[in-house]
Protein backbone atom coordinates (compact mmCIF):
# COMPACT_ATOMS: atom_id res chain seq x y z
CA UNK A 1 0.00 0.00 0.00
CA UNK A 2 1.44 3.42 -1.18
CA UNK A 3 0.43 6.18 2.01
CA UNK A 4 -0.35 9.77 0.94
CA UNK A 5 -0.38 13.11 2.21
CA UNK A 6 -3.24 12.54 3.66
CA UNK A 7 -2.66 8.91 5.41
CA UNK A 8 0.62 10.18 7.19
CA UNK A 9 -1.87 13.36 8.58
CA UNK A 10 -4.28 10.37 9.70
CA UNK A 11 -1.55 8.11 11.23
CA UNK A 12 -0.08 11.44 12.76
CA UNK A 13 -3.46 12.45 14.27
CA UNK A 14 -4.31 9.42 15.69
CA UNK A 15 -0.97 8.71 17.44
CA UNK A 16 -1.70 12.63 18.62
CA UNK A 17 -5.08 11.39 19.69
CA UNK A 18 -6.53 8.30 19.17
CA UNK A 19 -9.91 9.53 20.75
CA UNK A 20 -10.65 11.31 18.13
CA UNK A 21 -13.82 10.88 16.20
CA UNK A 22 -14.21 10.09 12.63
CA UNK A 23 -16.07 12.91 11.90
CA UNK A 24 -13.27 14.92 13.41
CA UNK A 25 -10.79 13.38 11.30
CA UNK A 26 -12.71 14.03 8.37
CA UNK A 27 -12.70 17.34 9.14
CA UNK A 28 -8.97 18.16 9.76
CA UNK A 29 -8.40 16.10 6.65
CA UNK A 30 -10.71 18.32 4.54
CA UNK A 31 -12.00 14.17 3.05
CA UNK A 32 -15.77 12.92 3.66
CA UNK A 33 -16.12 11.06 6.53
CA UNK A 34 -16.77 8.28 4.72
CA UNK A 35 -13.67 8.62 2.39
CA UNK A 36 -12.01 8.98 5.80
CA UNK A 37 -13.08 5.87 7.44
CA UNK A 38 -11.92 3.85 4.03
CA UNK A 39 -8.95 5.26 4.82
CA UNK A 40 -8.88 4.06 8.07
CA UNK A 41 -10.03 0.28 7.31
CA UNK A 42 -7.29 0.09 4.84
CA UNK A 43 -4.48 1.65 6.97
CA UNK A 44 -6.03 -0.93 9.55
CA UNK A 45 -6.17 -3.81 7.19
CA UNK A 46 -2.42 -3.13 6.06
CA UNK A 47 -1.33 -3.53 9.59
CA UNK A 48 -0.10 0.20 9.98
CA UNK A 49 -1.58 0.49 13.39
CA UNK A 50 0.47 -1.68 16.23
CA UNK A 51 -1.95 -1.59 18.69
CA UNK A 52 -5.07 0.29 20.01
CA UNK A 53 -4.35 1.41 23.88
CA UNK A 54 -5.37 3.52 26.56
CA UNK A 55 -2.90 5.69 28.08
CA UNK A 56 -3.39 5.30 32.18
CA UNK A 57 -2.54 8.01 34.91
CA UNK A 58 -0.15 5.33 37.13
CA UNK A 59 -0.76 7.51 40.12
CA UNK A 60 -4.18 7.19 40.29
CA UNK A 61 -3.85 3.81 41.17
CA UNK A 62 -1.60 4.32 43.76
CA UNK A 63 1.58 3.26 41.29
CA UNK A 64 4.04 6.28 43.03
CA UNK A 65 7.34 5.02 41.08
CA UNK A 66 8.39 4.34 37.73
CA UNK A 67 11.88 2.33 36.82
CA UNK A 68 14.03 1.71 33.85
CA UNK A 69 15.50 -1.50 34.85
CA UNK A 70 18.96 -2.55 32.49
CA UNK A 71 19.71 -6.35 32.29
CA UNK A 72 22.80 -7.71 30.61
CA UNK A 73 22.14 -11.49 30.47
CA UNK A 74 25.16 -14.28 31.22
CA UNK A 75 24.74 -15.93 27.27
CA UNK A 76 22.60 -14.60 24.29
CA UNK A 77 21.81 -17.71 23.12
CA UNK A 78 18.09 -17.36 21.62
CA UNK A 79 16.81 -20.46 24.31
CA UNK A 80 17.87 -18.44 27.15
CA UNK A 81 16.66 -15.18 25.36
CA UNK A 82 12.91 -16.80 24.60
CA UNK A 83 12.89 -17.92 28.20
CA UNK A 84 13.86 -14.60 29.87
CA UNK A 85 11.02 -13.12 28.21
CA UNK A 86 8.45 -15.57 29.15
CA UNK A 87 9.03 -15.22 32.67
CA UNK A 88 9.15 -11.24 32.10
CA UNK A 89 5.69 -11.21 31.00
CA UNK A 90 4.44 -13.30 33.86
CA UNK A 91 5.38 -10.76 36.68
CA UNK A 92 3.51 -7.99 37.72
CA UNK A 93 4.37 -4.38 37.46
CA UNK A 94 6.19 -4.83 33.88
CA UNK A 95 4.68 -2.25 31.60
CA UNK A 96 7.21 -2.42 28.38
CA UNK A 97 10.29 -4.61 27.90
CA UNK A 98 13.13 -3.94 25.12
CA UNK A 99 15.27 -6.50 23.31
CA UNK A 100 18.27 -4.35 22.76
CA UNK A 101 21.57 -4.18 20.90
CA UNK A 102 24.73 -3.34 22.92
CA UNK A 103 25.91 -3.94 26.99
CA UNK A 104 22.14 -3.78 28.08
CA UNK A 105 20.27 -6.48 26.34
CA UNK A 106 17.01 -5.71 27.70
CA UNK A 107 15.47 -2.73 28.86
CA UNK A 108 12.22 -3.14 31.83
CA UNK A 109 9.97 -0.20 32.29
CA UNK A 110 8.07 -1.04 36.03
CA UNK A 111 5.64 0.29 38.09
CA UNK A 112 5.46 -0.38 41.73
CA UNK A 113 3.74 1.59 44.45
CA UNK A 114 6.65 2.19 46.52
CA UNK A 115 10.34 1.70 47.05
CA UNK A 116 9.58 -1.56 49.30
CA UNK A 117 8.08 -3.23 45.80
CA UNK A 118 10.42 -2.00 43.81
CA UNK A 119 13.62 -3.61 46.15
CA UNK A 120 10.88 -6.68 46.46
CA UNK A 121 10.72 -6.62 42.23
CA UNK A 122 14.49 -6.84 41.76
CA UNK A 123 15.63 -8.79 44.51
CA UNK A 124 12.98 -11.38 45.20
CA UNK A 125 11.78 -11.52 41.64
CA UNK A 126 14.10 -10.05 39.06
CA UNK A 127 17.20 -11.25 40.40
CA UNK A 128 15.66 -15.13 40.53
CA UNK A 129 15.78 -15.47 37.40
CA UNK A 130 19.15 -17.94 36.23
CA UNK A 131 20.90 -16.12 33.61
CA UNK A 132 21.23 -12.59 34.79
CA UNK A 133 25.14 -11.17 34.89
CA UNK A 134 23.89 -7.13 35.26
CA UNK A 135 21.12 -5.37 36.68
CA UNK A 136 20.92 -1.43 37.05
CA UNK A 137 17.64 0.11 37.60
CA UNK A 138 17.23 4.00 37.18
CA UNK A 139 14.45 5.85 38.41
CA UNK A 140 11.97 7.77 36.07
CA UNK A 141 10.90 10.88 37.22
CA UNK A 142 9.01 12.06 34.68
CA UNK A 143 7.73 10.99 31.53
CA UNK A 144 5.63 11.84 28.27
CA UNK A 145 5.27 10.57 24.97
CA UNK A 146 6.10 12.55 22.20
CA UNK A 147 4.61 11.49 18.50
CA UNK A 148 6.28 13.20 15.67
CA UNK A 149 5.67 10.93 12.06
CA UNK A 150 7.56 12.87 9.64
CA UNK A 151 6.04 12.82 6.51
CA UNK A 152 7.98 10.06 4.44
CA UNK A 153 6.85 8.23 1.19
CA UNK A 154 6.66 4.62 2.32
CA UNK A 155 6.27 2.39 -0.50
Not at 2 to 10: E, R, W, Y
Not at 66 to 79: F, G, T
Not at 97 to 117: C, L, N, P, Q, R
Amino acid sequence: MNLDKKDIQLLALLQNNARLSNKELAAVLDVAPSTCHERLKKLTQYGFFKDFRAGINLKKLGINIEVLIAVRLKSHERNVVNLFIQKLQLLDGVIRYYHMAGDTDFMIHVAVKDSDELRSFIMDKLASFEGIDHIESSMIYDSECVHKLKEINIK
